[in-house]
Every structure is written in C-alpha cells, then in structure tokens.
C-alpha cells in the first residue's frame, strides 16, 4: 500500500510565501527650521561652523530644541531630560507614521500581528513597542521586538527580521517602525565634533508593513500588492568600527554622536562590495537595477555611493529630497525615500530595486526587492 503524503495544513499550500511590502507611512515633529534659522537660535558665529551647516545640502529639519529663557538663551538639557525627550517624540512620532503605514496598506490596528521598533537616539526599557502597544490599544497577543542603538542602518537590520518573521507567518501584518528623535541626541558645545552632528540630523519615524503571500507572478489574485523582498546582503567594516560612534561625554555629562570625516570615502568605497554580493547569483547586473533608494547619511556620503556604484543624479533623487527637506533621519531615512517613490507612481511590474542604508559598525546593509 502507497504511503499517504500528510495533507499540508499551512495556508498557502504547497506554494511557498514571499514576504511583500505593502505599506509605508512617514511623520516628524511639528517644527521645522532652516539651517540659518539652528544658526540664530544658537547664536552660532564661528565661521567654521557656519560653513559646516549652511554647505549641508539640507534646507529644513524638524527638530524640538529646547526653549528660549527671557534673554533667548536656550540652555543645554540634561541626560535625564534628553531621555525623556526621546519616549515622548517617539511615541507621538511613531504612533503617527504607523497610523499612515496601515492606512496605506488597507489595515488597521486590530491587524497587526508582530510590530518591531528600531531606535537609536534613546533607551527606554520596556522599550518603544510595548509603550505604543499599551498607548494605541492594539492586540496585547501582538508579538513585538526592538532594535536598540545599531544606528543609521537599523531599519534595513529589522526589515530583515521581520521578513523572516512575515515568512514563518504567511498571511500575518507585521510593521517594522524607526522611530528616532534625533532632538534628543541635541549636544550644544563650540567643537566642530559637535557641529558637524548638529548640522545634519532631523527629527522623523517610518514604518513598513510587510505581509507574506504568493507570488503574484504565479497568477494568483489573492497576491499581496507591493514589492517582493527577495535577498539581503551585509558588509562590516571593523577597521572602521570607531569611525561613527555614540559614547559619553564626560565633560558635558552626557551621551553624544561622533562621525568621522572620512566616514564618507569608507562607505562609499566599500559600496561597490556589498553591492555586488547582493547580485551574486541573480543573474542581475548593477544597470538591470531601476530604483535606489540609499540612505541620506549626508551630501559626501550620497556623492560617494553616487561615484563609486555609477550612479545618476537621477538614481538618487529621493535620497537627495529627503536630505534637502529633512537631513538625516537615522535609521528611517530609505522609508522616507521610498514613501516618495510610491507616490512618483513610476514603479513597474518586474522592475528591481535596492535599498541600502549605512551606520555605525561601519556597516552597510543592503535589500533586493522586485515589483
């Protein structure tokens, strides 16, 4: 007698699910400011420093800045106040880029099944997930994870994550959100270490949505919309593990951000590596990939992805926008730029992109995904 294969009980059959992004949402903090205007607030003379700040390629960031005394001084805050800085923007931030993340995918609270919170401009235990659980009311049975202090190519860490998790989990919602309020990572001091931090990151939260599902390209009409995420390629660079760091400040008796000046040049001639890596085995060449969308790490950092994988202006317009209009938004940064390339609607069925984001380690972390 024939053995009886057991009957698969999963929901997709025999087919297998792909993790697909179906929705994005995006939020900042109410205020905005020009550079000039950071320029003011602080009193900023120094012509170094002014020159770091106004030749940034960022015209606006939000930012909560602490507020003016009756002579418009506003003094530096403490640790403790920075801390709790940070739990309230990142909840009124993330609760607001999750809100327009279901939104745009077609979903609500009630749906989410696994939520995963990445931060790097603050520590809060319990962290950022189980606050936004308890504060919007979802499902308490909603599995939740959080990415702490990984930095700037933290949301490409988590998507990873989760798209293991949506996999195992076919047909379930899970939400990868960054919340990161660089306001209260804020140090006011006269270094240039100092300036160059204070010139280039903003306020921001984004949040993506994936879901698990066949392939559309099997024809099956109950296919999530949205790209499919088919590979993930990391590089390290230990030799460059001090280059971008947040540590204390024993004088000022607080944590704050250090890059390198050559930050820059290690990434951009480490991108070409990491970028082939993810190709490998594809059959895809550099030129087969339509869109980019590279973290806004800032004007030097952009311009040494640009050189060294061949790219165009063109490739990386979004990159460049979320910059001009936001600065850097740390780890949400390519949610920002791919938020903008949904709205374009120039996307096509078949077309290949490939996201990549860069932070301390030095690492940079990279995605294919396929519409």
């Known amino acids: 007698m024939p053995e009886v294969e057991p009957k698969d009980t999963r929901p997709f059959g025999r087919l297998p699910a792909y993790p697909r992004i179906v929705g994005v949402g995006t939020a900042v903090t109410p205020t905005s400011y020009t550079q000039q205007d950071v320029l003011d607030a602080f009193d900023i003379t120094d012509p170094k420093v002014r020159s770091v700040f106004l030749n940034s390629a960022i015209e606006r960031r939000n930012l909560t800045l602490p507020p003016a005394d009756a002579d418009g001084v506003r003094s530096p ?8 800085k940070h ?25 989410l099944r696994h939520l995963c919170c990445v931060t790097s401009t603050g520590f809060l235990t319990p962290g950022l997930s189980a606050l936004l659980i308890r504060e919007l009311g979802i499902d308490r049975h909603c599995s939740r994870s959080d990415i702490v202090g990984m930095g700037c190519n933290a949301g490409l860490n988590a998507l990873g994550v989760v798209a293991g998790w949506a996999t195992a989990h076919p047909g379930e919602l899970a939400v990868v959100l960054c919340a990161e309020a660089c306001s209260a990572a804020y140090a006011m001091d006269s270094s240039m270490r100092t300036a160059v931090v204070n010139s280039l990151f903003g306020d921001g939260a984004a949040a993506v949505a994936l879901v698990a599902g066949r392939d559309p390209a099997l024809g099956v009409p109950d296919a999530p919309r949205g790209p499919t995420v088919l590979k993930f390629a990391s590089c390290i660079i230990p030799e460059a593990v001090d280059a971008m760091r947040y540590d204390w400040d024993r004088t000022l008796e607080r944590f704050s951000f250090f890059l390198d000046p050559q930050i820059p040049y290690v990434v951009g001639a480490h991108a070409e590596i990491v970028v082939d890596r993810l190709l490998a085995g594809t059959g895809l060449r550099r030129s087969d990939i339509r869109h980019w969308l590279v973290h806004s790490g800032g004007k030097k950092v952009i311009d040494a992805v640009v050189v060294n994988l061949g790219l165009t202006r063109h490739d990386v317009r979004h990159t460049v926008g979320v910059l001009r209009d936001h600065g850097n938004v740390s780890s949400g940064s390519f949610l920002f730029s791919y938020e903008r390339l949904l709205d374009e609607a120039v996307t096509r069925p078949g077309e290949y992109g490939v996201l990549m984001t860069m932070g301390p380690g030095s690492t940079i972390e990279t995605a294919l995904v396929r519409w």
């Open 87 to 111: 739990k309230e923007l990142a909840l009124e931030m993330g609760a607001e880029a999750l809100r327009a993340c279901l939104k745009r995918a077609g979903a609500d609270l009630a749906d």
């Open 77 to 84: 805050e403490s640790q403790g106040d920075l801390i709790d």
